[in-house]
C-alpha cells in the first residue's frame, strides 16, 4: 500500500475537528500510487480522499495543484475539488506534513485498457486541456528534458546494476533527445501522470473522472498526449498495441484536434515520456523509505518501451 505516513484515530479527529464533516465513520489507506500517503475517509457527509504530501511534493507547488483542481471543478471537469476547513484553507498540516482534503471521485480504474477505454480516455485529456486554458497557477515541468541528463547522473551505477551496458545506452539516447527535442508545440496546463490508476470510468465504460493531479505543469500539450501513449498501449510482453493507440489518439482529436506539428513531434515526444518514466522509477528503485508499505515500479519496464521508441516505430499510421 502506499502508506508512508500512518494516521492513528486520535490525530484524525483533532484534525477532522478543524472541518464541517461530521464524524467519521471509516478510513483506510489506498493502494494505488507511489508518491504520496492516500486515504478514504467517510465521514457523516459524505466520502473524500485525505492525502499527507510526502518527498516529492514540494510544499511550494501544492498551492499550484489544489487551485487546479478547483478551477477544473468550477468548469464542469471531474475531478476532485478540495474540501476547505472552517476557516476557508485547504492546504493543512498532518503529522507535520502537508496535507488536504478533496472530494471523492466516483467511478473504476481499469487495468487492461481496452481501445475503447483508450478512446474514451483520449477525450477525457482533451477534455482536460481544453478545462484547464486560463488557468493563472503556471508551474515549470521539473520532470521536464533538461531535467533527465543530471537525473540520470546521479543513478547511472543504479541503471548499470540492472542491465549491464544500460547506462552507455541512455547516455546516447539523452544526448539524441537533446539535439532532437521539439520545440513551439501549443503549450498550456498539463497532468503529466495520467495513467491508467488515475483515470476512472463509469460501469458502462465511458469516461467518468481524473484523480492525482501532483505532477500537473505547464508543458507541450502533445507531451501529455505522449505520456498517456507510453502508460495505455503497451501490452504486457512489450509489444506496443497501434490499434489502442490510433483509438486514443481519435480520442483525443474528438474534442481537440492535433497540429501537424504536434502529430510528428509525437514519436520524439513518446520516446522521452519513456526516459522520464524510466529515470524516476531509477531514482525511486533503492530509495523507498524504510517501512513504507508500497513496492517501487520496476523501471526496465519503461526501458522496455523506449527500446521500442528506438527503434523508430510508426504510432499511428491512419487514425
Known sequence: MAVYTDITDQELEAFLAE????????????????????????????????????????????????????WLADRGYPSARPVPDKAGKTLKTLRGKPAAIVGFMPGLSVRKPSPAHCREAGEGLAWLHLAGEGYAGRRANDLGQPHWAPLFSRHRQAAEDLKPGLAATIDKDLAEMALAWPRNLPTGTIHADYFPDNVFFRTDGKFAATIDFYFACDDAYAYDVAVTLNAWCFEADGSFNVTAAQALVAGYE?????????????????????????????????????????RPKDPLEYERKLAVHREGLSLFGRV
Open 254 to 294: 474528438r474534442r481537440r484536434p492535433l497540429s501537424p506539428a504536434e502529430r510528428d513531434a509525437l514519436p520524439m515526444l513518446a520516446r522521452g515520456a519513456a526516459m522520464r518514466f524510466f529515470l524516476t522509477r531509477l531514482a525511486d528503485w533503492n530509495a523507498t523509505p524504510a517501512g513504507a508499505l508500497v
Open 19 to 70: 472541518y464541517d464533516l461530521g464524524a467519521p465513520l471509516a478510513f483506510k489507506g489506498i493502494a494505488e500510487g507511489v508518491e504520496n500517503s492516500n486515504f478514504l475517509l467517510e465521514t457523516e457527509t459524505g466520502r473524500y480522499i485525505l492525502t499527507v504530501y510526502e518527498r516529492r511534493a514540494r510544499p511550494e507547488d501544492l498551492p499550484y495543484f489544489l487551485d487546479l483542481l478547483g
